[in-house]
């Protein structure tokens, strides 16, 4: 006995989303996430002198850079319509001590960066990460108390000190990435008691004790000499402990939360977009910059196809907004 098989046409399925993929221009009329200039915030690590431009070696394309070699940076972001730059200050050891107090210094290097980028850029925003790891002796973010733990109550008290020095230098955001309990309230309160309401908070509201840090600490000089941040940044494995962070954060005034890392943690960006109306702000912090790079320098990715496939992801996941060394070679590449 012989079946007839059905002719082929019987066998195609009746929804084909390929339908919608087969033309460029489809694609692109249909498309849900789309990267553009603005999305995107150019971190720069700062050190002092003239005409620097130092290479990092775990960071192969990013640069420390002296205020003259970041205000060209600056420009180069400007002219990309990139919207602002994150500054952290690196110091030499000599310049460090117990509480980090290079940190709040009235000439400190972000608050002369800062003052440069208002005169020369008026229009770009400058956000200063507010820590102290790049200026403490022993590399943690804060004060330590005997016993090694960090004193988080006289933390505070020099977080309104930096606050407060980087308000006079004219920053528009800060940007405290201790993760110090209260450190939202406490730069808040000193920021509106000295009448600088219209400075923004952008708080590293959940961040993980993440190895993907690792190139950072190199480039900032900023690894702990002991121990490790695992006593006050978040653990990895936790999700609802975000929704918490989140939630403290919001309740002291914090006007922008951040996620950090990006990648690993797309399910946390996308659960606090979901739970939260105020804008959420994704780091693609060194290591995600470091892994890519590297893995384009050994042939094994390419680099403009996965930098941006990553970076959609992290948009795609519910960004704001992205802070991604790669943000002037994204544009250029956008472009
Ligand atoms: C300061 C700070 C760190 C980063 C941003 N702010 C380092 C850390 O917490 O160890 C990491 C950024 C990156 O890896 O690109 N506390």
Known sequence: MSTTLPMPHRLMARHQPRRLRRRPSM??????????????????????????????SSMPGVYRHSIDSCLKLCGEAVARRIPGVLLFGVVPAQCKDAAGSASWASDGLVQRATRAIRERYPDLLVIADACFCEYTDHGHCGVLAADGDRDDPATLENLQRQALSYAEAGVDVIAPSGMVDGMVLAIREVLDAARYERVAILSYAVKYASAFYGPFRDAADSAPSFGDRRAYQMDPANRREAFRELALDLEEGADMVMVKPAMPYLDILRDLRERCDFPVLAYQVSGEYSML???????????????????????????????????????????
């Not at 094994?300 to 930098?307: G, P, T």
């Open 293 to 335: 790079r590297a893995a384009a320098d050994a042939g094994v990715l390419e680099l403009e196809r996965s930098v941006l496939e990553s970076l959609l992801a992290i948009k795609r996941a519910g960004a704001d907004a992205i802070i991604s060394y790669f943000a002037i070679e994204v544009v250029d590449w956008l472009d």
């Open 27 to 56: 694609r692109s009329l249909l498309r849900e996430t789309q990267l553009q200039a603005s999305d995107f915030l150019l971190p720069i690590f700062l050190v002092d002198g003239e005409g620097i431009r130092e290479a990092i």
